[in-house]
Nanobody, 127 residues
Framework: QLQLVESGGGLVQPGGSLRLSCAAS????????IGWFRQAPGKGREGVSC????????NYADSVKGRFTMSGDNDKNTVYLQMNNLKPEDTAVYYC????????????????????WGQGTQVTVSS
């Protein structure tokens, strides 16, 4: 059974940085895409970034382009989300998730297309 565990969340001031990690265990060979998602209070879950196991360029939500960078380390079965220039509107619970559906030419970070989810890590951006 695939398990995903997020870490690295916390409280940071506006303009600051955080790096989230998502460690996968019981890794399934049929997992093709890993994504980062977030859910702010009173809002739906939205895709932030996602990456294919084959190493294609990640997808990013418009709201984070130029500020967030997603990367992966296949040897460690871990993906990262480097978040720079954080804003108060980035405050949310951040989740990583995995899916079997293959990478496509369209948006790959649709939450409903993902099969396995971590428990989430809180990111709070506040002065």
């Amino acid at each position: 059974q695939l398990q995903l565990v997020e870490s690295g969340g916390g409280l940071v001031q506006p303009g600051g940085s955080l790096r989230l990690s998502c460690a996968a265990s019981g890794f399934s060979a049929d997992i093709n895409v890993i994504g980062w998602f977030r859910q702010a209070p009173g809002k739906g879950r939205e895709g932030v970034s996602c990456i294919s196991r084959s190493g294609r360029s990640p997808n990013y939500a418009d709201s984070v382009k130029g500020r967030f960078t997603m990367s992966g380390d296949n040897d460690k079965n871990t993906v990262y989300l480097q978040m720079n220039n954080l804003k108060p509107e980035d405050t949310a619970v951040y989740y990583c998730a995995a899916r079997r559906t293959r990478w496509s030419t369209s948006w790959n970070c649709l939450p409903t297309s993902y099969d396995n989810w971590g428990q989430g890590t809180q990111v709070t951006v506040s002065s």
